[in-house]
């Protein structure tokens, strides 16, 4: 399920682990101290675009104890190998839970899969956000 290039993806566990669309009310988002600490440690230092367009086949559930993987595959379609910075995020509308960046050169033309196993440990209803630089 490909996101617009300018927002983040989101994906909700239910009680059995199984993906559900994200609830369609707007998410007020993390508290700004959650923000914050995200943006310093998860931004790449120089990103140049939002490419969340480039990623596909998202799986991003949690086992029955709580515990996260995320999977996906990114696509590069331009004619020059490209390095993609992939932040994903699990957490609440007050607390993130956990969190990884995966970073990935992916040939031109090419596709790779990516995955975080075990990344975050946050009980349902949380959600799995997943933002893509390049």
Not at 42 to 58: E, F, K, R
């Amino acid at each position: 399920m490909p996101a617009s290039p300018d927002a983040a993806t989101t994906w909700v566990a239910d009680a059995t682990g199984t993906d559900l669309p994200a609830p369609a009310s707007p998410d007020p988002g993390p508290s700004v101290e959650a923000t914050l600490e995200t943006s310093r440690e998860s931004v790449p230092a120089n990103p140049t675009a939002i490419a969340n367009d480039s990623l596909s086949d998202v799986v991003c559930t949690a086992d029955a104890a709580g515990v996260w993987s995320f999977s996906g595959t990114l696509t590069n379609t331009a004619d020059t190998a490209v390095t993609f910075s992939v932040v994903v995020a699990v957490g609440s509308t007050s607390s993130v839970a956990g969190r990884t960046r995966i970073q990935q050169a992916v040939p031109a033309g090419g596709t790779i899969e990516v995955r975080a196993d075990a990344f975050a440990e946050a009980p349902a209803p949380s959600t799995c956000q997943a933002v893509v630089f390049r």
